[in-house]
């Protein structure tokens, strides 16, 4: 199978949902049921490889979500994918429009200013309702220096080129 920078986690099993093989997810997706579009999943326990498992039907169910898996018609058979992780395989995930990006291509570019002053690296993202914002954290001084930055195209940030792993933001460097 291929290695593991292949496939995007997107769960995982967390429990079983009645008797007739349903499955609990803990959904990383946004909107959580999201996950369920996907109807061929990628899981794995710890140690395991990833192996590739058809979903018959998932739905939202109250607060959670459940799914059904190929092969899975009783409860026993569910248990046994308790605490595997699920993911994609990354050609799964829908191609962008022009200017759209993936969270977890954004992870670990270059943050520079529109002067060239190097602010970080981008380390991880949130969404406040209003808008995305990036945790930029600088670790090349003495200090660990962490940075909000609102995803605000245009006005913060100024452009994006995954290729040279960079972002160019206007920013001050001294916030």
Known sequence: MSQSS?????????GVHGIKGWV????HTSPREQITEYKEWFIKRRGDDWKSIKIIDGKKQGKNIIAL???????????????????????QLKKL????YYWRDLIGLSVETIEGEKLG??????????NDV?????????????????????????????????????????F
């Not at 609990?24 to 959904?27: E, G, N, T, V």
């Open 121 to 130: 690296q981008i380390d991880w993202l949130f969404d406040t309702g209003s």
């Open 6 to 14: 292949d496939y995007i986690t997107l769960g995982e099993i967390s």
């Open 97 to 100: 429009s022009e200017g759209e």
């Open 69 to 91: 898996l190929e092969n899975t018609q009783y409860r026993d058979q569910a248990e046994a994918f308790v605490g595997s992780e699920i993911a994609i395989h990354k050609d």
């Open 134 to 174: 990036f945790v930029v954290k600088d670790t090349d001084g003495v200090e660990v220096k962490e940075r909000m930055l609102p995803y605000l195209m245009g006005d913060v940030i100024q452009s994006i080129d995954l290729e040279k792993s960079l972002m160019i933001v206007d920013w001050d460097p001294e």
């Open 24 to 27: 609990k997810i803990f959904s």
